[in-house]
């Protein structure tokens, strides 16, 4: 991966790593949703639902409009996806390691032919 790429997954998973981040995607996803009605959703103020919703959009996993007074919010399946193309090939990676440690692992245990 390049520096930007490291970076973009950076703020990615940074994004991913709240659990209230992570619903609030799971909703936008689900359709647009103005950030009012999404803070109405939880138990804290608007300005700290205002801040998960920024962080989001920096990842770029939502996206927002504004409609007359009301700022709504949408989920990007694109930037879904790319972060699930990120967990596959890390779990690429980690499948190699595991099968040359299953193969030494292996070697050892089998018995040396004299």
Do not use: C, N
Not at 68 to 80: K, N, P, Y
Request: glycine share 8%; charged share 30%; no cysteine.
């Amino acid at each position: 991966m390049e520096a930007g790429d490291e970076d973009r997954a950076d703020a990615l998973f940074h994004a991913l790593a709240d659990r209230t981040r992570r619903d609030i995607l799971r909703r936008v996803l689900a359709g647009e949703h103005s950030v009012s009605a999404l803070a109405a959703s939880y138990d804290m103020s608007f300005a700290a639902v205002q801040k998960h919703v920024r962080v989001l959009e920096t990842a770029g996993l939502l996206t927002k409009r504004r409609s007359g007074r009301e700022q709504l919010a949408s989920g990007d399946v694109s930037a879904v996806r790319s972060v699930a193309s990120l967990l596959g090939e890390l779990e690429g990676v980690w499948r190699g390691r595991v099968e040359r440690i299953d193969a030494l692992l292996a070697r050892e245990l089998t018995p040396e032919e004299d």
